[in-house]
């Protein structure tokens, strides 16, 4: 019945909403982190590709050149070596070959892979020019063809060549490798490698920046994401601050202060502190229930010794104090006034006892003429103030105005400690007081 009664904002249900909130926003966030990977992956592939493609064209380049390097050194020279350095290149080192097959296997743009592969082909084409000049080389140099490999060999001069002088074949030779038409055919694969640069680096550019773009997107959802996760965080430690701990810090306030707690927080709080308050007023009216004479002492109107021990067990002694108090001579004042007379000393000393003390200090008569004082919330800080209140009890009762004779009382103090032996305590008490009463009396000692 009472959680039917009690409203308000459940911290379960914000928990697992937050709990789901969170889940998901961790989901996405993985998800976004996985693709900023893959597109940072992807455009490295990019980048990569092309700097291995301009090394493979410029390889090619290099090739070409260092093949009519190597031929036009033969037929100005004549020396062997610069042809065998030209066949060691196109035929055991094939740079040229090396680079198309690298480029075809990576590049997946036609139009790049053609311009490449034009250039090579006319690149090949070129090498026949260069048999030929070189073939007129050897014939000038005077050579036995058949020393030489047998691209050379296979080279069939035309006869008007075959008949030239040796001086005019060697002019021949040169001028078919430095003339115009050599030279056109030279510019003209390197255009066909610089277009293939050219195209694939449009493509890298464009996948670049598509890349650039996925890459921005994906940071500016995940920065989106951890701010979202933050403001939830926070929120949530808000709710909880003002759902959960500001109620319950004002709980233990309202506790201490033997208060019922107000009904404000969380729908859980609120269930609590309507059951705390129903156990404080059960709790309450069952105290009240007790009757007058079963806690008080019928002479005196204060607490008599069932309600001493049941304050005696009930009290938090880490920050309690109990005085014993005992009317000095008290026989000779009862015995020779009358019991009548002690009687009323006795009233009169219960009641200045209890007008010196606060209403939540626990005041009681224990014996005949001995009283006990258990002060809550009181500390060996207060040990000047506990002996004031003593030396002031014994001013009054001194007073004869009201016809009693002057009274004095021996009062004991022991402060509670951790260990919370009640009969430890008492027993210190009720040894600084008999050392009062040593001394004669009329005084207050704190046990040590």
């Known amino acids: 019945m009472l959680r039917d009664k009690v409203k308000g904002v459940s911290i379960r249900s914000i928990q697992m909403l937050m709990a ?47 093949l009519t390097e190597q031929v036009r050194c033969f037929v100005e020279t004549g020396k062997r070596e610069y042809l065998d350095n030209y066949f060691e290149e196109a035929e055991v080192t094939r740079r040229r070959d090396k680079a198309l097959d690298s480029i075809r296997a990576i590049t997946d743009d036609h139009d790049a892979y053609t311009a490449l592969e034009a250039a090579m082909e006319e690149s090949v084409a070129l090498m026949d020019r260069e048999y030929y000049a070189m073939r007129l080389a050897v014939a000038a140099n005077g050579y036995d ?13 035309s006869e008007e060549d075959a008949l030239l002088p040796r001086a005019k074949q060697e002019v021949r ?8 038409v050599y030279h056109i055919k030279k510019e003209s694969i390197s255009a066909h490698v610089q277009e293939c640069l050219d195209t694939l680096t449009n493509e ?3 996948h670049q920046k598509a890349s650039i773009e996925a890459l921005d997107d994906m940071l500016f959802k995940e920065r989106t994401l951890i701010l979202i996760a ?22 233990v306030v309202y506790i201490r202060a033997d208060q019922p707690i107000p009904i404000k927080g969380s729908n859980e ?3 609590l502190a309507k059951t705390y308050n129903l156990m404080y007023e059960a709790n309450k009216e069952k105290t009240e ?46 015995d020779g006034n009358g019991h009548e007379l002690g009687d009323k000393a006795l009233v009169k000393v219960a009641q200045v006892i209890r007008n010196s003390f606060r209403n939540q200090d626990h005041v009681c008569r224990i014996g005949g003429d001995e009283f006990a004082v258990i002060m809550v919330h009181t500390d060996s800080a207060h040990t000047e103030l506990v002996k004031q209140k003593a030396s002031r009890i014994n001013d009054i009762l001194a007073d004869c105005e009201d016809g009693l004779p002057p009274i004095s009382l021996s009062c004991g103090v022991a402060y509670g400690d951790a260990s ?17 009463k040593a001394a004669g009396g009329h005084g207050c000692q704190v046990a040590q």
């Open 20 to 66: 789901l909130l969170m889940l998901v926003i961790s989901v996405l966030l993985l998800f976004t982190t996985f693709r900023t990977k893959v597109g940072y992956s992807r455009m490295r592939e990019y980048t990569g590709n092309y700097i291995q493609w301009e090394r493979d064209a410029d390889k090619l380049q290099m090739a070409s050149d260092y």
């Open 145 to 157: 063809v058949k020393e030489f490999p047998q691209a050379i060999r296979a080279v069939e001069l």
């Open 173 to 180: 030779a040169r001028k078919m490798v430095f003339d115009d």
């Open 204 to 206: 890298v550019e464009n």
């Open 230 to 251: 933050i403001l939830a965080t926070l929120f949530t430690m808000l709710l909880t601050t003002l759902l959960v701990v500001s109620p319950l810090l004002r709980a």
């Open 269 to 271: 709080f609120q269930f």
């Open 289 to 334: 229930r007790l009757t007058y004479d079963a806690t008080h002492d019928q002479l005196t109107g204060i607490h008599n010794r069932s309600g001493y021990v049941f304050f005696l067990k009930n009290t938090d002694w880490r920050s309690s104090a109990l005085l014993l108090f005992d009317v000095d001579k008290f026989k000779q004042i009862n």
């Open 420 to 436: 919370q032996d009640t009969e430890a305590i008492f027993k210190r008490a009720d040894a600084a007081m008999y050392a009062v």
